[in-house]
């Protein structure tokens, strides 16, 4: 965002800083708030002081992270500060979550992204995909955003997105506009971040989401989810998102210059200086390529599920630096900003959890449609996963919606398939918040976008979401044979 200075003083920070706190102060120091009711059972859900609390550092840290008002970074450490100085989770539990195992799955996906650069492979890659694509920008967007989803049926998107990104900037470094930003530079990225999302919803093996997802369906229902069935019914959906997010990139960030001249001979030439794939780009890629096969072949192989993914991957980290294709120095180089951004949308999201703040959000919510038309439940559902997983781990916005509304589903004819397949498809794409997913952050990290742009644009990129989850639930679903009622 564009921050007003007077004197000096940027007043629209202040003003910002501000806000944050009082909001704070308000939501923590306000009278109790009345008890959610579960509609079937008519349990009560207390909002407790340490619900409260979680629900006041939510809303500081997006009014922060939102207009950046200090770096992001420093704004999830406010998160882990106000948690123990309130009392609101003890300190242990509050930062022992900056270092959860999803944080240090984005740090190994980052030192990945590190490695792509630092041996080549990166440029390698760029230069052969603008060989291909040539050198019309529309294509260039076009390219990378269906390489960027197709990669992520097969890995975690956050590490799709750690690969591709060197590759982008190596791309944009050929726009011939230097570092400073563009609409073309705008559109590359956040579409990036945004197309990773729209690809991991495809299949299991994008993101951890699904299989928590069909594992509460399964003990909710009794009935299992396999995976060849949810990428039946995901891949419509998530590829007709892909092509009209290019469409809604070619209009919101049109390049300044519709063609790059010369473009694809030049990469042609500097592909050929590069030579043959030396020592340390044959080794990256055999370690890559091993980690990513045996990441994915632990949806298929019952003795490799219980090896945790995130342990697979910092093998790859280890042996980069033991086998001397890294140093110290690029260790050093890591984007902490974004490491620490993610640590601290990870202590929140518990929060909400554990203090039973998000349970009570969900059935307030979900208890404003119960007697609504079932369309209207179901896109209430979708749209509540979408909102939550811009705070929150899509994950723990599945777990937090899913079951409440499964439960509900029943009692307005509603077949509990559509209820898990539209609150997946929306869980997969937060476009508002880069806390919402790694590939927003990483995307950040060009330096091409603010939060503050991030936000605005995601709002219509939101939009048409929630009008493809409404053709899906409303038309392509049922063509293909999901039951959206039941009697």
Known sequence: MTVAKTGGIEWSRIFFIVLGVALFTIVYYCPPWPDAVNPITGDHITLSREGKGALAVFLLAGVWWVFEVVPIGITSLAIGVLQAMFHIRDAKVAFKDFMDPSVLFI?????????????GLTKRLAYKMLMVVGEKTSMIYLGCFVVTAAMTHVMAHTAVAATIYPLLLTIYAMYGEGNKPTKFGKGLFIGMAYVA???????????ARGAVAIGFFKEIIHTDITFFQLSYYMAPIGWLM??????????????????????REKARELNSVLGPMTRDEILAAVIVGGVILVMSLRSFIPELKSIDKTAIILVSTILF??????????????????????????????????TGAAEWLAINWLNMFKDSHWFVFVMSIAFFVMMMTNFIMNVAAIAISLPVALVIAPFL????????????????MPFLLLV???????????????????????????????????????????LMGMPITIP
């Open 107 to 119: 740090f190994a996906s980052l030192i990945i992204g590190a490695v792509f650069t630092k041996t």
């Open 197 to 207: 999302g729209a690809g991991s919803i495809v299949t299991l093996l994008g993101a």
């Open 242 to 263: 892909v092509f009209l997010l290019w469409g809604f990139f070619m209009i919101v960030f049109k390049p300044e210059k519709k063609t790059i001249p010369g473009l």
């Open 321 to 354: 630096y033991v086998l001397n294709i890294l140093d110290i120095k690029n260790l050093e180089d890591v984007p902490w900003n974004i490491i620490l951004l993610f640590a601290g949308a990870m202590s929140i999201g518990f929060c909400l959890w554990q």
């Open 413 to 428: 004819h509603v077949a509990p398939e559509v209820i898990l397949f539209a609150s997946l498809v929306t869980a997969g």
């Open 436 to 478: 919402g997913a790694a590939p927003n952050a990483i995307a950040y990290d060009s330096k091409q976008f603010t939060t503050g742009e991030f936000f605005m644009y995601g709002i219509p990129a939101s939009i048409l979401l929630m009008v493809v989850v409404g053709l899906a639930v409303y038309v392509v679903w049922p």
